[in-house]
């Protein structure tokens, strides 16, 4: 079968390798049909991926078809459309142990330290397999990673129809954290981006007021909405450094901030004092624990969608077209999305 190694920095290669085999019970193999193109492989793509060795096969967001179970499996059967939560976890760390598996002392993502779902198909252990619910297609499926990693986000945050809530960045993950702050019918949310075409989206989804820091003082407009109260929960996921300066300024006294953003230089200026001075709690977040049947349910519900956030489809065999689309801020993508089928 045919597979897609990212060799080195911008170079991908097609190469046959042995079909996957089960070996064990528990074993599941799926014919990948989509794969979302993710922030993460774009990093991995340009090389500059710390925890990403070469050759690597790319993709942790993705849905596809079950062909072959091995005898034990039992949530899921041959023919089922399924996503997959794209994680190896050692199962014997402290994290491990108490059910904190995302925080695994020794995680394996998919597509970054093992290969990932840019190949025909893949051997998923089944605890990590979960079936589609009907009315969700293939397309959308690959869509519902993010929107677990919005739901650790939210549930980190413990955010709650009494927040007034502030998240930096309206790309995909920003605006699943939008959708699930609607969901929870949050008080007031306040979507701050430098593109007015996300913020454009941000408001068709409901944000209740948008901030575009190239032209407003986002620490006034802030002020302005709350009262000068400031945020209860501030979300972090633009990956900007300017907001994770502005951040700490916005939040309300108690309240919370959560960073799920990656920066471009390893150290950021914060300043401590309204940390200290306001009693705020800041935590990060990082990919999510038992999120995959919270996102199926409501997804399966309605209460969620998520094919509105895909903007751009390609091939399989046009993965790098897929990436330099994904890179160009011209091309204005949410989330690029390949598939193997026509
Ligand atoms: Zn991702
Ligand atoms: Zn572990």
Redesign the pocket.
């Known amino acids: 079968m045919k597979a897609t190694f990212l060799t080195k920095a911008y170079e991908f290669k097609e190469l046959e390798i042995d079909e996957p085999k089960i070996s064990k019970p528990d074993d599941v193999i799926i014919d990948v049909k989509y794969v979302g193109i993710c922030g993460t492989d774009m990093v991995s793509y340009q090389g500059k991926h710390e925890l990403l060795t070469f050759p690597r096969v790319l993709g942790h967001e993705f849905s596809g078809i079950v062909t072959v179970i091995g005898e034990g499996v039992k949530n899921v059967k041959p023919g089922d459309y399924v996503t997959v939560e794209p994680l190896v976890?050692?199962?014997?760390?402290k994290?491990?142990k108490i059910g904190d598996?995302n925080v695994?002392?020794?995680?394996k993502v998919l597509g970054v330290h093992v290969d990932g779902a840019c190949q025909e198909k893949v051997l998923i252990n089944a605890d990590r397999v979960f079936k589609l619910p009907p009315g969700t297609s293939l397309k959308e499926g690959a869509m519902i990673e993010p929107l677990c990693v919005s739901l650790e986000i939210s549930r980190r945050g413990q955010l709650s129809i009494e927040d007034t809530l502030v998240i930096f960045g309206a790309g995909v993950i920003g605006l699943c954290v939008l959708k699930v702050a609607k969901c929870i019918r949050a008080r007031r949310i306040i979507s701050i981006d430098i593109s007015d075409d996300k913020l454009k989206i941000a408001k068709n989804l409901g944000a209740d007021y948008v901030i575009n820091p190239i032209r407003d003082n986002v620490e006034q407009a802030v002020a302005e909405i709350t009262n000068g109260k400031g945020a209860s929960l501030v979300i972090e996921a633009s990956g900007a450094e300017e907001a994770i300066k502005t951040c700490w300024t916005v939040t309300a006294y108690r309240g919370r901030v959560v960073i799920i953003g990656f920066y471009k230089s390893p150290l950021v200026q914060i300043p401590p004092i309204h940390i200290v001075k306001k009693e705020l709690d800041i935590y990060g977040s990082r990919l999510y624990r038992n999120r995959f049947p919270l996102a199926i349910d409501l997804l399966a519900r309605k209460e969620v969608t998520l094919i509105d956030l895909i903007s751009h489809e390609f091939m399989f065999d046009q993965i790098d077209l897929a990436m330099k689309t994904a890179l160009n801020p011209a091309e204005k993508t949410l989330k690029v999305v390949i598939k193997k089928d026509k």
Not at 104 to 107: I, L, V
């Open positions: 976890t050692c199962g014997i760390c994290p491990c598996y695994c002392e020794d995680m």
